[in-house]
């Protein structure tokens, strides 16, 4: 069935650092790809998707990259910020029955150290 | 717009007891989704509802489990005779029809449960 690997955590870095969390998936057809954050005591919220190979997602500094010939979307920032620290997921997703069904990593926790 | 709206925070229950969840989504949001979220891992999906149709259900859904959406606005997840591996966050999530894939979710804050 489909799925996303995620690299595992917990990460920690110094603020300014170079960032770089590895997303793999697995699936059958041409998913759209997402990374979505979860920072402490909220909900879920879109970080930045790729609908096709080859698109490039960014928001906020984050960048990630649909690389359908290595079927990943590896999600970057050049110099992360303490505001960073939170929870990232990778995702897929699929149309099924005329809605967007998610397949979510495991997440991988992010702290950032001034 | 005041988001997705879940209620409550949190609910300790013992096993074998019933307990039922509130969703309240986004004003005029037409889709709504629920997923289970247990530790250490990301969200699974549960079901999904357009208006008021409940259009899919993950193989996690088993008949302990009932999900609703009267009128076509919030929605209730009720778990009977629950078990302690129902222990887990459960996210409600909302969006507008609009083109897919380009749908854009909104979740709410979760339900976290746990059963004694």
């Known amino acids: 069935g489909d799925s996303v690997t995620q690299m595992e955590g917990p990460v920690t870095l110094s603020e300014e650092a170079f960032l770089t969390i590895n997303c793999t998936y697995t699936?059958?057809?041409?998913?759209?790809l997402f990374w979505y954050v979860q920072y402490p005591g909220e909900g879920l919220q879109l970080l930045l998707k790729?609908?096709?190979?080859?698109d490039k997602g960014s928001n906020k500094g984050f960048e990630a990259t649909y690389r359908k010939e290595t079927t990943s979307f590896h999600l970057e920032k050049g110099s992360v910020q303490v505001s960073d620290s939170a929870v990232y997921f990778c995702a897929l997703s699929f149309i099924i029955q005329g809605a967007q069904k998610l397949v979510f990593g495991q997440g991988t926790r992010l702290t950032i150290n001034p | 717009d005041t988001g997705v709206s879940q209620n409550p925070r949190h609910k300790i229950t013992k096993r074998g007891q019933n307990v039922t969840f509130r969703c309240d989504p986004i004003?005029?949001?037409?889709?709504l989704y629920w997923y289970r979220q247990t530790l250490g891992q990301g969200p699974e999906f549960l079901t999904y509802?357009?208006?008021?149709?409940?259009?899919?259900k993950s193989r996690l859904l088993s008949d302990r489990f009932s999900a609703e959406r009267p009128k076509g606005s919030f929605s209730t997840l009720e778990i009977q005779r629950t078990e302690q591996g129902d222990s887990a966050m459960y996210l409600c999530?909302?969006?507008?029809?609009?083109?897919?894939?380009?749908?854009?979710?909104?979740f709410g804050s979760g339900t976290q449960l746990s059963v004694l």
């Open positions: 999530a909302s969006s507008s029809t609009g083109t897919l894939p380009n749908e854009k979710l909104f």
């Open positions: 699936a059958t057809g041409y998913p759209s």
């Open positions: 509802f357009q208006n008021e149709a409940q259009l899919e």
């Open positions: 004003s005029e949001h037409n889709r």
């Open positions: 790729a609908t096709k190979a080859d």
